[in-house]
Nanobody, 126 residues
Framework: QLQVVESGGGLVEPGGSLRLSCVAP????????IGWFRQAPGKEREGVSC????????KYADSVKGRFTMSRDNAKNTVDLRMSNLQPEDTAVYYC???????????????????WGQGTQVTVSS
């Protein structure tokens, strides 16, 4: 079983920034598509960002374009999500997920992913 662990969540004021990290302590991520998803109370899980195995292709939800940046360092086996200009509507539990599929056309769809982390809470509030 591939274990994925997220970190970096917290409480931030509107307009602030956070960086989330995703690691797989005992598994190499370099062959997998990685996605970041979030789920707010009472809402469905939504895709935020995803990256191809090489990191050359990244995709973003329209709601976060220009504010969030996803990057991966396969040598360090880590994936980051840098979030800036955070707003209250960004409040959610954020999840890192791993998929073994090819390509990226589907990578913002949660059903395509095989392994999930436990999530990290991001709260944007004054």
């Amino acid at each position: 079983q591939l274990q994925v662990v997220e970190s970096g969540g917290g409480l931030v004021e509107p307009g602030g920034s956070l960086r989330l990290s995703c690691v797989a302590p005992r598994f190499g991520l370099d062959s997998y598509v990685i996605g970041w998803f979030r789920q707010a109370p009472g809402k469905e899980r939504e895709g935020v960002s995803c990256a191809s195995s090489s990191g050359e292709v990244t995709k973003y939800a329209d709601s976060v374009k220009g504010r969030f940046t996803m990057s991966r360092d396969n040598a360090k086996n880590t994936v980051d999500l840098r979030m800036s200009n955070l707003q209250p509507e960004d409040t959610a539990v954020y999840y890192c997920a791993v998929a073994s599929g090819h390509g990226t056309d589907w990578c913002l769809i949660s059903a395509a992913y095989d392994f999930w982390g436990q999530g990290t809470q991001v709260t944007v509030s004054s």
